[in-house]
């Protein structure tokens, strides 16, 4: 058995999206090899094949089932990790792909948004030993069913994580097409900084609020394990952004990152009977259908009736409405009403647990630029609000400048 230290290397569809790309994949892989490590590299697929892949499904079926989405799903990476494989072979390494299935990613049997329960890392181990690269497709494993599953959008970066996690790696390197966290999305703000470091927990608000950057499930892996992560750029040797644990000093900084989801949609159910049982008969019904609810409001009843309002993903908007009309009609409400126009717009920081002050800023500065808020949430690390999503760059470019997330630090 190999006793090098085991380095994990993720590379993301833009990292891979062309032959010219591979090649410099190969090479950035096989550098990592020579430096001493073993090395066990986990690819997506090819530029926007998934997104691809789903629209063909869609002229096909628009409700199409999920057992087959994923069978189509994974054929993707599948695709990635032989050319890379070639293309490592071609520059003398040793290297072998393989499956999620091949190397024993055992998942639940939630087609389609599967969790990892367990990983065998014995194949894996193995060829390491013999002094191979070892290619691991991204974002699929196999159900307890024998079932080929996927792992949600962006589940390569879950891949790499639990693999870094049960093989107790010296670092996970995600690569991507930016040069590592920044304090917003950089194709939005322009003068957005890369932050050094970054701790879980934010890194995992930012992720479940709209930063795509990480996938927001590896980012509930890594801070649970510890995982060490290095987020940095398949085109450049720069060192990126290590994602780890709190120290005191992040504390210090009041905002870390502002972020926007423009993915959501929200409900309102108006005229819902004011009395126990009736929004645990409509949450109940969406947590069967899967739906991950987001924002919950309910106002104060007037003359024995409610209003409960709430966001969810746009993606699972038709199931949604499919479930809110049944629960609705049962409980004798008097309209539902969808809306997608909406954005989710946040602030995310550690610093805000011991600063007051930062609510107040976020609104102030939303109102200066006449952008109305329509639902505020909060948590001890972030504030959110929901406004329309034609104000949303807008309000994420002066959010990013009112709390002086430009400026050097
Ligand atoms: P990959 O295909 O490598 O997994 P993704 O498209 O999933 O890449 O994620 C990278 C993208 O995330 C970047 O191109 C960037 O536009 C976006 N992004 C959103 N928020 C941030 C952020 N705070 N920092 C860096 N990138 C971000
Ligand atoms: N290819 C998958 C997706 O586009 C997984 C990933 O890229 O991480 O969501
Ligand atoms: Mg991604």
Redesign the pocket.
């Known amino acids: 058995m190999s006793k090098k230290d085991i380095i994990v290397q993720k590379f ?4 891979v999206a062309t032959p010219e790309r591979i090649k410099n994949v190969a090479k950035k892989v096989s550098a990592c090899k020579r430096k001493g490590y073993d090395v066990v590299v986990v690819v ?1 697929a090819l530029g926007e094949t998934t997104d691809e892949l789903i629209k063909l499904a869609d002229q096909i079926d628009t409700d199409p089932s999920e057992r087959e989405m994923d069978m189509l799903l994974s054929t993707g990476e599948q695709i990635s990790v032989a050319l890379l494989a070639m293309a490592l072979h071609k520059i003398g390494e040793e290297a072998i792909s393989f499956t999620g299935a091949q190397v024993g990613i055992m998942t639940d049997t939630s087609h389609t948004k599967a969790r990892i329960l367990d990983i065998s890392t014995e194949r894996i181990k193995k060829e390491l030993g013999k002094g191979k690269i070892v290619i691991v497709a991204g974002f699929q494993g196999i159900s307890l069913h024998h079932e080929i599953t996927t792992l949600g959008r ?1 589940g ?2 879950m891949t790499a994580v639990a693999l870094a996690k049960v093989l107790k790696a010296k670092m996970c390197e995600i690569y ?3 040069k ?8 939005i703000v322009g003068n957005a900084r890369k932050l050094d470091t970054i701790c879980y927990d934010e890194m995992l608000e ?1 992720a479940s609020l709209g ?3 990480m996938q927001a499930r590896s980012m509930e892996v890594a801070s649970k394990f510890n995982v060490p992560i290095h987020v940095r750029s398949s085109f450049s040797d720069d060192n990126g952004t290590i994602i780890g644990k709190e120290d005191k000093k992040m504390e210090e900084v009041l905002v870390r ?1 502002v ?1 926007v989801n423009k993915g959501e949609a929200r409900v309102i159910v108006s005229g819902v009977p004011d009395k126990p049982g009736e929004a645990s008969r409509l949450f109940e019904y969406l947590a069967k259908e899967n739906i991950n609810v987001d924002m919950i409001i309910q106002n104060k009843s007037t003359s024995g009736t409610t209003d409960i309002t709430f966001t969810a993903p746009e993606s699972s908007l038709a199931r949604t409405q499919k479930v809110v009309d049944k629960a609705s009609k049962e409980m004798g409400s008097a309209e539902v009403k969808y809306d997608k126009d909406i954005a989710k717009l946040s602030v995310v920081g550690i610093g805000m647990r011991s600063h007051a002050g930062v609510a107040a800023k976020m609104f102030k500065c939303l109102a200066s630029k006449k952008i109305n808020i329509e639902m505020i949430s909060t948590s001890e690390i972030k504030i959110s609000c929901v406004i329309k999503r034609k104000d949303a760059d807008e309000a994420v470019k002066a959010l990013h400048k009112a709390f002086g997330l430009d400026k050097v630090r």
């Open positions: 993301g569809g833009t990292s997506s962006g390569s970066d991507t097409d930016v590592g966290i920044y304090t917003a999305d950089p194709r930012l930063a795509q950057v990152g972020t």
